[in-house]
């Protein structure tokens, strides 16, 4: 059952909408007024903070919950339900689907890695960059949440997204890591046929004019990349948290909770994340596991697999995978290797 719809609690999406506009005035107009190099340190504090906003939502989501639902149960007269039980399922759910998106996202900090080493964007610049990424990447997934809500009412389309989950971890598994040559994309071609490109890093802007004409600088071509991936990979993300839970609320203000922090966490992780050689594997054993659920686990527990346990199961994968990297690997990779 889904108890917070868009059409009927379309001032708290909107509500919810203008807080993130809010927030991401002041990092850019604030606290990332002038460009400067993100250390580690700096990366680390913005990543607890946009955690311990995710988690301080999720409780006060869970007692508005309570009070809703109270309401609905004494209006509706329904006996037997618990308002408290079904608003702690929902902040559960809210818990794993914001651990999913947050682990999937390691993808995109891999193509970072790749999109700013191509096109050799400065450490300096590459939060400007980033920031409108997400900017964009907030956007595309508010639309296809929006599509999936309905979508995902059709048993069929469910299925369909199942199997291309268990697909998608299984070929991560199956496939060697490699680094892509970006010099054979096909949008990148297209992009210099149909755009003057200039390829020297101009400051932090996106456009320049030159000879009176304006051309594109690496940055926005590097922008257009990081925005493409992003949409590849929702493609994953989005259908994957909806096997989680069915309100669209959840999904929607989860990812928009992963998708703040990753900017951050791109700089806190760009060091290391070359080290953690079997996450992978973790993150193909995730959504091989909601693939499952998708298809058929959900059927044989009456709809809804327990979200403890799923959590619990996501949990164990994430941390076998991370701790593996550490005991069992001891040789250095190429920090831009991506993986897919």
């Not at 079997?278 to 993150?283: A, D, E, H, P, T």
């Not at 994430?318 to 831009?336: E, G, R, Y």
Request: one cysteine or more.
């Amino acid at each position: 059952m889904v108890y917070f719809t868009i059409y009927d609690y379309w001032w708290f999406y909107l509500g919810f909408v203008a807080f993130v506009a809010f927030v991401l005035s002041l990092d850019l107009g604030v606290f990332h007024k002038k460009a400067h190099v993100v250390s580690v340190g700096e990366a680390a504090i913005w990543t607890t903070v946009w955690v311990s906003c995710a988690l301080i939502f999720n409780i006060l989501f869970y007692y508005y919950a309570v009070y809703v639902l109270s309401e609905r149960a004494s209006l509706m007269q329904l006996p037997g339900f618990d308002p408290e039980l079904a608003a702690k399922h929902l902040a559960m759910e809210f818990t794993t689907g914001f651990l999913i998106e947050k682990a999937l996202a390691i993808d995109n900090i891999f193509i970072f890695a790749v999109v700013f080493s191509y096109f050799g964007i400065p450490r300096l610049y590459q939060h400007r960059v980033l920031f409108w990424g997400i900017f964009g990447a907030l956007i595309f997934r508010g639309i296809f949440i929006a599509i999936g809500a309905e979508l995902m009412k059709i048993q069929a389309v469910v299925i369909f997204f199942g199997v291309l989950l268990f697909a998608t971890g299984v070929r991560i598994i199956l496939t060697r890591e490699k680094e892509p040559d970006l010099s054979k994309n096909f949008f990148l071609r297209q992009m210099n046929r149909l755009f003057r490109i200039e390829h020297e890093i101009k400051g932090d802007h996106f456009f320049i004019k030159k000879d009176k004409k304006t051309y594109l600088t690496p940055l926005f071509v590097a922008l257009i990349f990081i925005e493409l991936s992003d949409i590849l990979f929702a493609i994953d993300s989005v259908p994957a948290i909806f096997a989680i839970t069915k309100e669209p609320l959840i999904v929607f203000t989860s990812n928009v909770f992963a998708i703040l922090g990753l900017r951050s966490m791109y700089f806190f992780l760009s060091g290391v994340i070359d080290k953690f050689k079997y996450i992978k594997f973790g993150l193909a054993g995730v959504l091989m596991f909601v693939g499952l659920k998708m298809t058929f686990l959900n059927d044989l527990y009456k709809g809804h697999f327990p979200i403890w346990l799923s959590l619990l199961i996501i949990v164990l994968i994430l941390t076998t995978s991370i701790l593996a990297s550490i005991f069992l690997d001891k040789k250095p990779t190429s920090s831009t290797k991506v993986l897919r």
